[in-house]
């Protein structure tokens, strides 16, 4: 009661937060007028003034906020025509203070992050602008880089296919676009090479991320990974999927809630015969030690059969490159097609076997980053989003982000009516089909949002049995017969489909949305990047109607397009429904309602999570544009039948709910929310435990890649490598000289034995053990100066230059060899440990204690494989060749469900060019370049190349 009565007179704690930014909302409108008289080049010269004072030290960047805001918004009138609102300004500061400004679509987000992108710029440390995809981010970074490249600052776009020449130049930018996979497929290559000088990214410093609950909550747990192949198990994964369909029922059991399946006990015997009778399962029975890949085999090709559908979840298409079919990963949240990107742990082989389609090896990783913990390398992070509310509590316990909501520039005009729910899906797809029909009557346009592709094709045949006709999307006049503004027959009943078949025409399908009587099927409207404009978007239409078209003949045709999006935009504005209302018991008769034009949004079914259904709902009602939006669910919906839909449907039977009949009232909406709250609240505490051991993990990986720089900066290793020597000296006498003991304890067999295994020394040991008053710490000296005296000669040998090269290229590599190791070590420790559980025991402590352990592990085997290489060199070099790193991927795990997919991207390395022989310097290695292995030394020995500089002992 206290914090309504509070929040009545002071205001919510946003409402404090927004009326904090108005002084400086008004500051800046009163440097409006000041701006507009000055030239172009004075106003551009404002830059390197702001430069100058923050070089200085006068200034911080708070302290030029107001001046450099109010710049950018001169800027954007004069190159793009647009106004930064007030709001827009507001949005910047949120923006600027390192928080999520949450703003509605159609509001302008692009044209907000100008504002601090500008200001943060000025300190020339570069500032990172991340997007979902590589279209948006080439549009925004060609779009509002005009505004940049006015105002003296340089812009660079990170997309994939790119050089590390090309990555070089972008991230040496003032500005730099690109996508979250791109940004961290650079951090991990970056800790893959081995000279700073092929390091593509120059630090953290500020980045803003578009769509940012998409990325930090839908995305955050997604491994960015670094994986090479395995052997090819492609019989294995037919022969056990061509049993599964062999299975019953009773043989198995499927909790759709978790998206787990698991063997009964008569599944496991009955599994057990056919992998017999097949001559897969040789001896023993299926859980035994020895054919525990069998159960892995198995399991996967279990789930895939039971819970993985097609055109759901993935589809198969052919791809031209590869002149093969393929099976392409649907994502839940966007409705696109993640091509490359794979399940892992063998899942993806196991799907591609019930498709039957070649089948891609598996593959193990080698380096990791889960967007979560690459996003919080930054120093300060923001983002934006027009849904980010309802995880308002994960962004501030996870990232520390606080969500700030930007009120919208005019008031929402949308009516959200409440849901309908119907007893069957059957009822509800001929409720929705039927809306549509008297929305096309009134040439209102509709979106329709699906949750899979699955459900938006069934509802287009439902559709087509209507008299409707699907659209040609190749046909460029396709939507000709809608914008002639024919007002009646069955031509004119057409409708498009947006789902990842069509992903190519998506900025096309979207872009006609809004124009009247058009009807958009969409699996999901998840950061689209086009806004659906009632009437028409003129940009579209020019150009898609008047490529080639040029002087005054253009001219007079975008006056006839504008005018035409006009009067299809005043059909749209004038398309909304008078709805008689039923009176109320012994009241008056019938009120009458008229609902608003616009676009009208239908909702085939709820998400499980409210924002993705908000996001929906955002595409009408953009910049007060009127509309309307109702959830259309039946008690067979996925959320409906898993969360309780038998008690619902037996209040319904009671109530007399005939067949075609509806129940709408906001208690069901209520009751709606609190179920999606419920299945929200359980992913958050999921993601939340997965990252406190992925913490564990993150915390080592940031000291292994700090130390791993530190290794690449300093010129000589030569106190590194003693100290690595002497270390593994000690270990040897510890371990087999307990401290105070006698000779006769001594393990003077062992040590000898690895004296010569580490150290490559033959040393008497034996006949310093029967000198008398020998200790270990006479042992340990002597050892000491065997070695260093050793090592010394061998460097002499070598020459002192060749040595440090060689040195530094032996730890890299070492470190980065068991830095893999040990993430597989980590990966299956992580698996297996939540069984200690079951002993009473904290899983978590227990993942931590061990991961520390064996760190320390990995720190003692690299210097003894260090030692043990450097002690027997005769000729040691590995010139610089451009490493053969595997194929990168990105790892998704779905936090409720533990399933892993893998995204593939191309590596465009270029770490090491091939120098032409003539510009090879026999004494100086380093321009040697790549050589051949059965090439002639360049260093003139006469010896092939690996007998020579490129032997190792």
Known sequence: MFGALAKTLFGSANDRRLKAYRPKVAAINAMEAELAKLSDDELRGRTEAFRAELA?????????????????????????GQRHFDVQLIGGMVL?????????TGEGKTLVATLPVYLNALSSKGVHVVTVNDYLARRDAEWMGQIY????????????????????????????????????????????????????QRGHVFGIVDEVDSILIDEARTPLIISGPTEDRSELYNAIDALIPRLVKEDFEVDEKARTVHLTEVGNEHIEQLLAE????????????????LVHHVNCALRAHTLFTRDKDYIVRFNPETRINEVVIIDEFTGRMMPGRRYSEGLHQALEAKEHVPIQPENVTLASITFQNYFRLYAKLAGMTGTAGTEAEEFQQIYGL????????????????????????????????????????????????????????????LLQEHGFKQIDLADPNAFKPLLDGDQGGKEEKLFAVLNARYHEQEAFIVAQAGIPGAVTIATNMAGRGTDIQLGGNLKMRIERELDGVEGDEREAAI???????????????????????????????????????????????????????????GRSGRQGDPGRTKFFLSLEDDLMRIFGSERMDSVLQKLGLKEGEAIAHPWVNKALETAQKKVEARNFDTRKNILKYDDVMNDQRKVVFEQRRELMAKEDLTETITEMRHGV??????????????????????????VGRFLALDLPVDEWAREEGIADEEVRERLIKAADEAYAARVEQNTPDVMRYVEKQIVLQMLDHLWREHLVTLDHLRQVIGWRGYAQRDPLNEFKSEAFELYDKLLETLSENVTAQLMRVEVVFEAPPAPELPEMHA??????????????????????????????????????????????CPCGSGKKYKHCHGRFA
């Not at 001559?279 to 035994?288: A, H, M, R, S, V």
Request: hydrophobic share 35%; with cysteine.
């Open 402 to 461: 606080e969500v700030v909501e930007i009120p919208t520039n005019v008031p929402v005009a949308r009516l959200d009516q409440d849901d309908e729910v119907y007893r069957s899906a059957r009822e509800k797809d001929l409720a929705i089909v039927a809306e549509i029909e008297r929305a096309k009557a009134r040439r209102q346009p509709v979106l329709v949002g699906t949750t899979s592709i699955e459900k938006s094709e069934a509802l287009g045949i």
């Open 891 to 936: 790892r998704h795990l779905d936090p409720t469900t533990g399933e892993n997919m893998f995204e593939q991207a191309a590596l465009s390395l270029g770490l090491s060019a091939d120098e032409p022989a003539a510009d090879r310097d026999p004494k100086d290695p380093s321009t040697w370049g790549k050589v051949g292995r059965n090439e002639a």
């Open 56 to 80: 200085a030290g006068g200034k911080t960047l708070e302290d030029l906020l107001v001046p450099a805001f109010a710049t950018v918004r001169e800027a954007a009138k004069r190159v793009l």
């Open 729 to 754: 000296i000690e270990d040897l006498v510890s371990r087999h000289i307990p401290e105070g003991a006698y000779p006769e304890a001594w393990s003077v067999d062992a040590l000898k034995q690895d």
């Open 559 to 617: 006056a006839r397009i504008r005018d035409e999006i006009a009067r299809n935009r005043e059909v749209v504005l004038n398309s909304g429904e008078l709805i008689e209302l039923e009176p109320a018991k012994g009241s008056k008769p019938a009120k009458t309602f008229q609902t608003p034009g616009g676009l009208y949004v239908i909702a085939a079914e709820r998400h499980e999570s409210r924002r993705i259904d908000n996001q929906l709902r």
């Open 149 to 200: 490249r006015f105002l003296g600052m340089s812009v660079g776009v990170i997309v994939h296919g790119l050089d590390d020449e090309q990555r070089k130049a972008a991230y040496a930018c003032d500005i730099t676009y690109g996508t979250n996979n791109e940004f961290g497929f650079d951090y991990l290559r970056d800790n893959m090479k081995y000279d700073f000088a092929q390091m593509c």
């Open 96 to 104: 600027h203070d390192g928080d999520i400004a949450e703003m509605k």
């Open 278 to 293: 097949a001559g897969i399962l040789k001896e023993g029975t299926l859980y035994d030690a020895a054919n525990s890949s």
